[in-house]
């Protein structure tokens, strides 16, 4: 209480009562050239500035203050102001980052004080070329952090993104990002990647426990780019991109397939050969070019500084009339006042995105379309000119599929963040961080009578969905030292709501096509009474209290510890509530008196941390019994509604729960090598599923429990150094290693006593390709072993167990071939300087990953081919195989992967000190080397297949391109 | 100032006390259990949905009809050389041929919707039992489940023969595996311990639901095959119960056969149990899209631009026709025309002319094949919509051939007047005169399953027959005999004994 009253005493004393002068001064580097942007605050409050283009600046300050000029790459400078009107500086490149500020959750630290496993990017070190989305300026980046295009190049997809390995089998399995700290449930494609400072990345438990249930995935933080003080300054960034079609050779050109007829069924030949030459990849694609374009301004003075952004992003998709098209403006502004101890911070960004959409299975349409029909059928009015042909479902001219449809959609977003920070005492800040989120998505599809087979005339659809987020933290941040001890404190509440709304509707059998979907009324269907209308409303609540302390001594020994309890709705009413605490322990040993005599080391930290998170990503209302409206019934002449209950409730339904050891080692030798070494060990409590339940006594197929424990560990390995240093030449150089294995410890529930269900894949007749079982590694391929033909041409599969009788369907007839998760994974950066000339390439490499290739499965034997469609050459491998398709040991191919993800080369201008032009060439996905017999390895994601998914055309989704990039930077 | 400060601090304080740890569910879209079963009405709509299953599966090539009437020698399924073809991966041949893999979809479909029927009338049983509604029909309303449940376990005993069957809804132990003879039993006492409490008359209000005559007709199917079933003859049961429903006054044969299959069939005198179906309830009976060609829909103005030209009579079965049997008309043969008497034309140019053969199972000709008329086709559906015709899962005219048949088999597999008087019945009613009248000599066993085959072609009961007869072993088209006897139980889904290890996969599989 005592301590209480001194605060307020404190509180009290006037600040302005100190005497204030403005001073100038002008900062330059080690080799006397003048540095602009460099920031200049005084310790302790939210004065601050920056140096103009010339390098200087002018500051109001009082005698005794400490000054803190701070710039990336150069070591922080701490200097007190002892009199006089200038103060020039000088300051030392950091080759180390010691000061570098990491971004570790509801506050930052500098690199020399982090503990946990955390990897911070900057933005001078992001990828450059045709980004789809910010992650792509990380890929192969950050050790243990995969981020995959599973959709091809897809302009309306966004990346999926894994870290250290697979931590759920049915929660989500993204790792959290947040954009200044607001949890972003948006697009990532709609912020500009322009407007981003840095990329942090808490990858172990110590370092993500503090987002508590959300935080098993790992957490991204993203943060922008803060306004600069000063005169306005232009950031304009733009370029024009050539996107190709990755060939698919692997299907049979026309005249391959007449050849192929005349051999294999010559009878035949007046069905199979339609009398045309068709290559239909390339009828259905095109070479597009994409712009984007992104303009940035920023300054203001003393106590009110902004930076507004728009980006304009116009992205063509390889299939005609398929793009996206993004406009993002956004503003950022910050006001200081109050003597400088208030800071308000107000952020707004909207963004519209238009996208139109590829009609679905237009690249499987391409591929398996047989050769020799031809695109046109004049004479055909039915079909309005296409050719078409007769077959079962899923085999339809794609040019008639895009030119007889329309499906499209707008999308509204709009986020606005309220930040206020004020400064109680020295150090010691009260933090109130609220937020609001809304996105609106309307999309509507048309297809015409003429669409392959339809069987309307016309069909029309919208589909409208609301969401709103809504945040409010308020948080008390306390920094203070003690001689050499240090100590960094914080504690906060967070209250998180989500509300979405969902409207549909649909209707068919319009008199003319020329509505589309924006007269949904005028279709006939809706007055014969089959017009459908859905809509649903849901929420969920998330609530936390949290705390975390830092301390470090002389910042040798550092010790930091974090607990966060919260709770979610989503959970069973006993299980609402989980505490998640994480503690993680620093050593840094070259500050140790026995290691100062060994120069070439500059840095070497150990740090070992433990956390607990949870993931509480799960479908909402799992744990409540639920009446939803059943199948009509028949009653006394109509049809009523009738009730049913809607799931089997889970009251007992609890968190997954993460449980990491993380070990770490950073070093820093001879002032140009940095890296680090991280060792983990993950175990996964509680694990959620869906699984087979007996019917009766249940009601439904399935439960929603938690059912099981697994474990990943692994080991992480960055280098990043400076090659060669010479005057007019340099080579940076960064390679990462990652490698995670999992295993399965703990399956089933013991108290209902029944075996966790296999992973489901479907042919016509269901079975299942992948098993999870104790003591395995989950992704493991269990597949029956092919042996070769009888002499009917059906397969002949291993009797493993010996018994006499070949059971597919069982494990015991069914050995392992292969495991769709990676071995490990590699990533090579290389930035080459030449003068006013730099050269940069990527690599990434995945090895010793299986893949299930359902294109082959589908398409690698005689059935397809004798209903007139094209098949895979690779059947002439084995055409004596007359058998149906099925799933066996043939189809589990290696997936090991190198690609060639990006190659820069960009020529820089700098004049007049901010002045900066920048121009580069670049090319991204150019060469990828594997033997995996698909378009593209990258293309199936090393996912959690819990759905029962249709093999053949449905799973060939979007073709993969190779990118060209023209572009320019322009700061003035 | 200050005032405003404490204001704020004030309402800072009520809200965070308020909602500041507030975890509860807010339900929208869907209703909490408990605010259901309170009045009768509900009750009744809660008892309707126990009834989804039939609908969704119960005519599904995709599940009973595979199973029921693929199966047989009633129908086959090729692949075509030309158009449209029904391939599904050889799934179909699989399902003519005999190979039964346990994991086809059909299997697991056709065991769903028997359990899944099961479980949600014990779940409504118990819920209706314990709901504070009081009224007058709960009884009534309980015996109607119990019967509807008792008569998806006959369908799986037949099918699938060593079932579990639990009927309590809070035992929520791993359900038994029960013999053949056990599952009977329970299912007996079931249907017995129901149809006093049940309505003996069918009404508007009834129609489609499980009243006393679907009772009884339950029973008196699983009476006749309980020698084959469980070696105990139960033929005298069968025709009391055959006896019951003739004596009942409800039901009598219909002067037209195909009263009982047209669009609008609810007036029906003759269909004791249906599923009815209406294009407004979507996907459902789609036998238009399972037998008809591509190029023949415009005859019936179909707005679908495609169908299967999948399922058509076993040109054997066809030929058990009579020419002057009115039931020949059950598959359309012959030259077609369209909508305005004109050739209708096939993808070949020429006239679609359904002939009486299939070349190959692996390929015949776009109009090979006779198709399936016997359910008229309503005019003007489109995309996957159900007929509107409702299906007869019993009909009168099987509970005369019922006992004319248990009273042969305890007369030792001979006729006597009142089987033939019986069989009489309905094949007079087929020819519109006696001409073709069986006597006692004419009237064999051979001869009544093929006078069964005739009058109940396509309905499902063709499996259960052979069986009895011990002829579903035979060789027929390109299906090969077999001997051992396991094929006349079909294998249990695999996905179903992983969720219950108390369950042994059927000898054989």
Same mark, same amino acid.
């Given at each position: 209480?005592?301590?209480?009253?001194?605060?307020?005493?404190?509180?009290?004393?006037?600040?302005?009562?100190?005497?204030?002068?403005?001073?100038?001064?002008?900062?330059?580097?080690?080799?006397?050239?003048?540095?602009?942007?460099?920031?200049?605050?005084?310790?302790?409050?939210?004065?601050?500035?920056?140096?103009?283009?010339?390098?200087?600046?002018?500051?109001?300050?009082?005698?005794?203050?400490?000054?803190?000029?701070?710039?990336?790459?150069?070591?922080?400078?701490?200097?007190?102001?002892?009199?006089?009107?200038?103060?020039?500086?000088?300051?030392?490149?950091?080759?180390?980052?010691?000061?570098?500020?990491?971004?570790?959750?509801?506050?930052?630290?500098?690199?020399?004080?982090?503990?946990?496993?955390?990897?911070?990017?900057?933005?001078?070190?992001?990828?450059?070329?045709?980004?789809?989305?910010?992650?792509?300026?990380?890929?192969?980046?950050?050790?243990?952090?995969?981020?995959?295009?599973?959709?091809?190049?897809?302009?309306?997809?966004?990346?999926?993104?894994?870290?250290?390995?697979?931590?759920?089998?049915?929660?989500?399995?993204?790792?959290?990002?947040?954009?200044?700290?607001?949890?972003?449930?948006?697009?990532?494609?709609?912020?500009?990647?322009?407007?981003?400072?840095?990329?942090?990345?808490?990858?172990?438990?110590?370092?993500?426990?503090?987002?508590?249930?959300?935080?098993?995935?790992?957490?991204?933080?993203?943060?922008?780019?803060?306004?600069?003080?000063?005169?306005?300054?232009?950031?304009?960034?733009?370029?024009?991109?050539?996107?190709?079609?990755?060939?698919?050779?692997?299907?049979?050109?026309?005249?391959?397939?007449?050849?192929?007829?005349?051999?294999?069924?010559?009878?035949?030949?007046?069905?199979?050969?339609?009398?045309?030459?068709?290559?239909?990849?390339?009828?259905?694609?095109?070479?597009?070019?994409?712009?984007?374009?992104?303009?940035?301004?920023?300054?203001?003075?003393?106590?009110?500084?902004?930076?507004?952004?728009?980006?304009?992003?116009?992205?063509?998709?390889?299939?005609?009339? &398929?793009?996206?098209?993004?406009?993002?403006?956004?503003?950022?502004?910050?006001?200081?006042?109050?003597?400088?101890?208030?800071?308000?911070?107000?952020?707004?960004?909207?963004?519209?995105?238009?996208?139109?959409?590829?009609?679905?299975?237009?690249?499987?349409?391409?591929?398996?379309?047989?050769?020799?029909?031809?695109?046109?059928?004049?004479?055909?009015?039915?079909?309005?000119?296409?050719?078409?042909?007769?077959?079962?479902?899923?085999?339809?001219?794609?040019?008639?599929?895009?030119?007889?449809?329309?499906?499209?959609?707008?999308?509204?977003?709009? =986020?606005?963040?309220?930040?206020?920070?004020?400064?109680?005492?020295?150090?010691?800040?009260?933090?109130?961080?609220?937020?609001?989120?809304?996105?609106?998505?309307?999309?509507?599809?048309?297809?015409?009578?003429?669409?392959?087979?339809?069987?309307?005339?016309?069909?029309?659809?919208?589909?409208?969905?609301?969401?709103?987020?809504?945040?409010?933290?308020?948080?008390?941040?306390?920094?203070?030292?003690?001689?050499?001890?240090?100590?960094?404190?914080?504690?906060?509440?967070?209250?998180?709501?989500?509300?979405?709304?969902?409207?549909?509707?649909?209707?068919?059998?319009?008199?003319?096509?020329?509505?589309?979907?924006?007269?949904?009324?005028?279709?006939?269907?809706?007055?014969?009474?089959?017009?459908?209308?859905?809509?649903?409303?849901?929420?969920?609540?998330?609530?936390?209290?949290?705390?975390?302390?830092?301390?470090?001594?002389?910042?040798?020994?550092?010790?930091?510890?974090?607990?966060?309890?919260?709770?979610?709705?989503?959970?069973?009413?006993?299980?609402?509530?989980?505490?998640?605490?994480?503690?993680?322990?620093?050593?840094?040993?070259?500050?140790?008196?026995?290691?100062?005599?060994?120069?070439?080391?500059?840095?070497?930290?150990?740090?070992?941390?433990?956390?607990?998170?949870?993931?509480?990503?799960?479908?909402?209302?799992?744990?409540?019994?639920?009446? =939803?409206?059943?199948?009509?019934?028949?009653?006394?002449?109509?049809?009523?509604?009738?009730?049913?209950?809607?799931?089997?409730?889970?009251?007992?339904?609890?968190?997954?729960?993460?449980?990491?050891?993380?070990?770490?080692?950073?070093?820093?030798?001879?002032?140009?090598?940095?890296?680090?070494?991280?060792?983990?060990?993950?175990?996964?409590?509680?694990?959620?599923?869906?699984?087979?339940?007996?019917?009766?006594?249940?009601?439904?197929?399935?439960?929603?429990?938690?059912?099981?424990?697994?474990?990943?560990?692994?080991?992480?390995?960055?280098?990043?150094?400076?090659?060669?240093?010479?005057?007019?030449?340099?080579?940076?150089?960064?390679?990462?290693?990652?490698?995670?294995?999992?295993?399965?410890?703990?399956?089933?529930?013991?108290?209902?006593?029944?075996?966790?269900?296999?992973?489901?894949?479907?042919?016509?007749?269901?079975?299942?390709?992948?098993?999870?079982?104790?003591?395995?590694?989950?992704?493991?391929?269990?597949?029956?072993?092919?042996?070769?033909?009888?002499?009917?041409?059906?397969?002949?599969?291993?009797?493993?167990?010996?018994?006499?009788?070949?059971?597919?369907?069982?494990?015991?007839?069914?050995?392992?071939?292969?495991?769709?998760?990676?071995?490990?994974?590699?990533?090579?950066?290389?930035?080459?300087?030449?003068?006013?000339?730099?050269?940069?390439?990527?690599?990434?490499?995945?090895?010793?990953?299986?893949?299930?290739?359902?294109?082959?499965?589908?398409?690698?034997?005689?059935?397809?081919?004798?209903?007139?469609?094209?098949?895979?050459?690779?059947?002439?491998?084995?055409?004596?195989?007359?058998?149906?398709?099925?799933?066996?040991?043939?189809?589990?191919?290696?997936?090991?992967?190198?690609?060639?993800?990006?190659?820069?080369?960009?020529?820089?201008?700098?004049?007049?000190?901010?002045?900066?032009?920048?121009?580069?060439?670049?090319?991204?996905?150019?060469?990828?080397?594997?033997?995996?017999?698909?378009?593209?390895?990258?293309?199936?994601?090393?996912?959690?297949?819990?759905?029962?998914?249709?093999?053949?055309?449905?799973?060939?989704?979007?073709?993969?391109?190779?990118?060209?990039?023209?572009?320019?930077?322009?700061?003035? | 100032?200050?005032?405003?400060?404490?204001?704020?601090?004030?309402?800072?304080?009520?809200?965070?006390?308020?909602?500041?740890?507030?975890?509860?569910?807010?339900?929208?879209?869907?209703?909490?259990?408990?605010?259901?079963?309170?009045?009768?009405?509900?009750?009744?709509?809660?008892?309707?949905?126990?009834?989804?299953?039939?609908?969704?599966?119960?005519?599904?090539?995709?599940?009973?009809?595979?199973?029921?009437?693929?199966?047989?020698?009633?129908?086959?399924?090729?692949?075509?050389?030309?158009?449209?073809?029904?391939?599904?991966?050889?799934?179909?041949?699989?399902?003519?041929?005999?190979?039964?893999?346990?994991?086809?979809?059909?299997?697991?479909?056709?065991?769903?919707?028997?359990?899944?029927?099961?479980?949600?009338?014990?779940?409504?049983?118990?819920?209706?039992?314990?709901?504070?509604?009081?009224?007058?029909?709960?009884?009534?309303?309980?015996?109607?489940?119990?019967?509807?449940?008792?008569?998806?376990?006959?369908?799986?005993?037949?099918?699938?023969?060593?079932?579990?069957?639990?009927?309590?809804?809070?035992?929520?132990?791993?359900?038994?595996?029960?013999?053949?003879?056990?599952?009977?039993?329970?299912?007996?006492?079931?249907?017995?311990?129901?149809?006093?409490?049940?309505?003996?008359?069918?009404?508007?209000?009834?129609?489609?639901?499980?009243?006393?005559?679907?009772?009884?007709?339950?029973?008196?199917?699983?009476?006749?095959?309980?020698?084959?079933?469980?070696?105990?003859?139960?033929?005298?049961?069968?025709?009391?119960?055959?006896?019951?429903?003739?004596?009942?006054?409800?039901?009598?044969?219909?002067?037209?056969?195909?009263?009982?299959?047209?669009?609008? &069939?609810?007036?029906?005198?003759?269909?004791?149990?249906?599923?009815?179906?209406?294009?407004?309830?979507?996907?459902?009976?789609?036998?238009?899209?399972?037998?008809?060609?591509?190029?023949?829909?415009?005859?019936?103005?179909?707005?679908?631009?495609?169908?299967?030209?999948?399922?058509?009579?076993?040109?054997?079965?066809?030929?058990?026709?009579?020419?002057?049997?009115?039931?020949?008309?059950?598959?359309?043969?012959?030259?077609?025309?369209?909508?305005?008497?004109?050739?209708?034309?096939?993808?070949?140019?020429?006239?679609?002319?359904?002939?009486?053969?299939?070349?190959?199972?692996?390929?015949?000709?776009?109009?090979?094949?006779?198709?399936?008329?016997?359910?008229?086709?309503?005019?003007?559906?489109?995309?996957?919509?159900?007929?509107?015709?409702?299906?007869?899962?019993?009909?009168?005219?099987?509970?005369?051939?019922?006992?004319?048949?248990?009273?042969?088999?305890?007369?030792?597999?001979?006729?006597?007047?009142?089987?033939?008087?019986?069989?009489?019945?309905?094949?007079?009613?087929?020819?519109?005169?006696?001409?073709?009248?069986?006597?006692?000599?004419?009237?064999?066993?051979?001869?009544?399953?093929?006078?069964?085959?005739?009058?109940?072609?396509?309905?499902?009961?063709?499996?259960?027959?052979?069986?009895?007869?011990?002829?579903?072993?035979?060789?027929?088209?390109?299906?090969?005999?077999?001997?051992?006897?396991?094929?006349?139980?079909?294998?249990?889904?695999?996905?179903?004994?992983?969720?219950?290890?108390?369950?042994?996969?059927?000898?054989?599989?």
């Amino acid at each position: 209480m005592k301590r209480f009253l001194f605060l307020c005493l404190i509180l009290m004393v006037p600040l302005a009562g100190f005497a204030q002068r403005t001073i100038t001064g002008v900062v330059v580097d080690e080799n006397n050239i003048t540095l602009p942007g460099v920031n200049v605050t005084i310790k302790g409050t939210f004065t601050g500035t920056a140096t103009d283009r010339n390098g200087s600046y002018t500051i109001d300050v009082s005698e005794g203050s400490v000054l803190v000029f701070s710039f990336i790459g150069y070591k922080t400078l701490e200097v007190t102001y002892t009199g006089g009107p200038t103060l020039n500086v000088v300051m030392e490149p950091d080759m180390i980052g010691m000061d570098e500020v990491v971004v570790i959750g509801y506050g930052t630290t500098t690199r020399r004080e982090v503990t946990g496993s955390v990897t911070s990017v900057k933005s001078d070190r992001f990828i450059t070329g045709d980004l789809q989305t910010p992650m792509s300026a990380i890929q192969g980046i950050v050790p243990g952090l995969s981020i995959v295009s599973t959709d091809g190049s897809n302009p309306n997809a966004e990346h999926t993104i894994r870290l250290r390995g697979l931590n759920s089998f049915s929660g989500g399995k993204s790792p959290l990002i947040l954009v200044d700290g607001k949890v972003w449930n948006l697009p990532l494609s709609i912020i500009d990647t322009e407007s981003i400072a840095s990329i942090d990345v808490l990858k172990d438990g110590s370092a993500a426990a503090i987002y508590g249930t959300r935080a098993t995935n790992g957490v991204i933080l993203i943060t922008l780019k803060e306004p600069v003080k000063g005169d306005v300054q232009f950031q304009f960034s733009s370029f024009v991109s050539l996107q190709q079609v990755n060939n698919d050779d692997r299907w049979f050109s026309a005249d391959e397939y007449r050849d192929l007829v005349a051999q294999y069924d010559p009878g035949r030949a007046s069905f199979l050969d339609r009398g045309a030459s068709t290559n239909w990849l390339d009828e259905t694609t095109r070479s597009p070019l994409n712009q984007s374009y992104s303009l940035s301004m920023t300054g203001g003075n003393n106590s009110l500084n902004y930076r507004s952004n728009i980006m304009l992003k116009d992205n063509q998709g390889l299939f005609f009339d &398929n793009y996206s098209r993004i406009v993002t403006p956004s503003i950022f502004v910050s006001q200081t006042g109050l003597n400088n101890r208030l800071n308000v911070d107000y952020k707004l960004l909207y963004s519209n995105a238009r996208r139109r959409y590829q009609p679905g299975g237009m690249l499987g349409q391409s591929l398996i379309r047989n050769p020799t029909e031809p695109v046109y059928d004049p004479d055909n009015e039915s079909s309005n000119g296409f050719y078409t042909s007769f077959d079962t479902s899923g085999y339809t001219n794609p040019m008639a599929m895009t030119e007889e449809s329309n499906s499209d959609g707008t999308e509204n977003y709009i =986020t606005g963040d309220f930040n206020a920070s004020f400064l109680i005492l020295d150090g010691f800040t009260a933090n109130f961080h609220g937020s609001y989120t809304a996105s609106q998505t309307n999309n509507g599809s048309y297809l015409t009578k003429h669409y392959p087979r339809v069987g309307y005339t016309g069909d029309a659809s919208r589909t409208s969905n609301a969401s709103h987020y809504f945040s409010l933290e308020p948080t008390l941040q306390y920094r203070f030292s003690f001689g050499d001890h240090n100590f960094q404190t914080m504690a906060g509440y967070s209250f998180y709501e989500y509300v979405g709304s969902s409207l549909y509707g649909r209707n068919y059998n319009f008199d003319t096509d020329n509505f589309l979907y924006n007269n949904l009324g005028a279709g006939q269907a809706l007055v014969d009474g089959f017009a459908s209308l859905s809509s649903g409303k849901e929420s969920n609540r998330l609530i936390a209290f949290y705390g975390r302390a830092m301390y470090n001594y002389k910042f040798k020994y550092l010790l930091s510890a974090s607990l966060r309890y919260e709770g979610s709705s989503r959970f069973g009413a006993n299980n609402k509530w989980g505490v998640f605490p994480a503690v993680s322990l620093g050593w840094r040993l070259n500050e140790e008196a026995f290691m100062q005599n060994i120069t070439w080391v500059n840095n070497l930290m150990i740090r070992a941390g433990y956390g607990v998170t949870g993931n509480q990503d799960i479908p909402n209302y799992q744990s409540v019994p639920r009446m =939803t409206v059943g199948p009509k019934m028949f009653y006394d002449g109509r049809w009523i509604n009738s009730y049913q209950s809607a799931n089997n409730p889970n009251p007992d339904l609890k968190w997954e729960k993460k449980a990491e050891t993380n070990i770490g080692i950073d070093f820093g030798l001879f002032n140009r090598l940095n890296g680090s070494v991280e060792l983990y060990n993950r175990t996964i409590t509680d694990l959620l599923w869906w699984y087979n339940v007996p019917v009766p006594p249940n009601v439904f197929n399935s439960v929603y429990a938690n059912v099981g424990e697994m474990r990943n560990r692994g080991v992480e390995l960055m280098l990043d150094g400076s090659v060669l240093q010479r005057t007019d030449f340099s080579w940076n150089s960064t390679l990462i290693y990652s490698m995670n294995r999992n295993e399965v410890t703990k399956l089933a529930d013991p108290s209902r006593g029944y075996e966790l269900d296999f992973i489901r894949m479907t042919a016509a007749a269901t079975t299942w390709a992948q098993m999870i079982r104790v003591g395995e590694s989950i992704g493991n391929f269990w597949a029956p072993i092919y042996l070769g033909v009888d002499e009917q041409g059906r397969a002949i599969y291993e009797d493993v167990d010996g018994d006499g009788t070949v059971r597919r369907e069982t494990v015991e007839d069914r050995r392992i071939v292969g495991n769709e998760y990676p071995d490990f994974e590699i990533g090579w950066q290389n930035i080459f300087r030449y003068r006013s000339f730099d050269l940069s390439f990527s690599l990434r490499g995945v090895f010793g990953h299986s893949l299930l290739n359902r294109d082959r499965i589908a398409y690698e034997n005689w059935e397809p081919f004798k209903a007139g469609r094209n098949v895979l050459k690779s059947i002439l491998d084995r055409p004596e195989y007359t058998g149906p398709y099925a799933y066996d040991s043939r189809f589990v191919d290696e997936a090991t992967y190198v690609k060639l993800s990006n190659v820069t080369l960009g020529y820089n201008l700098r004049w007049g000190g901010q002045n900066m032009l920048r121009l580069y060439l670049s090319g991204n996905n150019l060469l990828t080397i594997t033997k995996f017999e698909g378009t593209d390895p990258e293309k199936v994601i090393p996912g959690f297949n819990t759905n029962t998914e249709s093999f053949g055309s449905d799973n060939l989704w979007y073709p993969y391109s190779r990118t060209f990039v023209l572009g320019i930077n322009f700061n003035f | 100032m200050k005032k405003i400060k404490i204001l704020l601090i004030g309402l800072l304080a009520v809200l965070s006390v308020h909602s500041c740890t507030d975890l509860d569910e807010t339900l929208y879209s869907t209703i909490g259990a408990e605010e259901w079963y309170r009045t009768e009405e509900e009750c009744l709509r809660a008892m309707g949905s126990a009834y989804g299953s039939l609908r969704y599966r119960g005519t599904s090539l995709w599940g009973w009809l595979a199973t029921e009437v693929l199966t047989t020698d009633e129908a086959v399924i090729p692949l075509r050389n030309i158009g449209a073809s029904l391939s599904n991966e050889g799934i179909w041949i699989m399902a003519q041929k005999h190979d039964f893999e346990p994991n086809l979809d059909y299997f697991w479909a056709s065991w769903e919707v028997c359990f899944n029927t099961i479980a949600r009338c014990n779940q409504v049983i118990y819920l209706i039992e314990s709901s504070p509604a009081q009224f007058e029909g709960k009884p009534k309303m309980i015996a109607e489940l119990r019967t509807l449940r008792a008569f998806v376990a006959y369908k799986a005993m037949d099918l699938f023969g060593n079932i579990p069957l639990p009927l309590d809804f809070l035992d929520t132990s791993l359900p038994v595996q029960l013999t053949r003879a056990q599952a009977f039993e329970i299912i007996e006492r079931e249907l017995l311990e129901s149809a006093p409490l049940l309505d003996p008359i069918l009404t508007s209000k009834t129609y489609g639901r499980c009243i006393q005559p679907v009772a009884h007709t339950i029973l008196a199917k699983m009476y006749l095959n309980a020698e084959k079933w469980i070696g105990v003859p139960k033929y005298d049961q069968a025709i009391a119960m055959c006896d019951n429903i003739i004596n009942g006054g409800s039901y009598s044969l219909e002067t037209n056969y195909f009263r009982n299959f047209s669009a609008n &069939n609810q007036g029906s005198r003759e269909n004791i149990f249906v599923i009815p179906y209406d294009r407004l309830t979507g996907f459902g009976f789609q036998m238009h899209m399972y037998t008809l060609p591509t190029t023949l829909l415009p005859k019936f103005n179909y707005q679908s631009t495609w169908s299967w030209n999948g399922i058509v009579a076993m040109p054997t079965f066809y030929d058990l026709y009579h020419p002057e049997d009115s039931r020949i008309k059950s598959f359309e043969f012959g030259p077609q025309v369209d909508r305005n008497g004109n050739p209708a034309i096939g993808l070949d140019g020429t006239q679609l002319d359904f002939t009486n053969t299939v070349s190959s199972i692996l390929g015949a000709a776009e109009d090979e094949g006779v198709r399936c008329f016997k359910w008229e086709f309503p005019e003007g559906l489109s995309g996957w919509q159900s007929m509107d015709n409702d299906w007869s899962v019993f009909r009168y005219s099987d509970i005369l051939l019922i006992k004319a048949e248990a009273i042969m088999r305890k007369n030792g597999g001979v006729a006597n007047q009142t089987a033939v008087d019986l069989v009489n019945q309905v094949r007079q009613r087929a020819f519109g005169n006696s001409d073709h009248n069986y006597t006692t000599a004419t009237l064999t066993m051979e001869e009544l399953l093929n006078e069964r085959g005739r009058e109940l072609a396509w309905e499902g009961h063709r499996r259960q027959d052979l069986i009895r007869f011990g002829k579903f072993g035979d060789a027929w088209f390109e299906k090969p005999a077999w001997t051992s006897n396991h094929k006349e139980l079909y294998p249990i889904p695999p996905r179903v004994l992983a969720a219950n290890p108390n369950l042994q996969q059927n000898t054989g599989y």
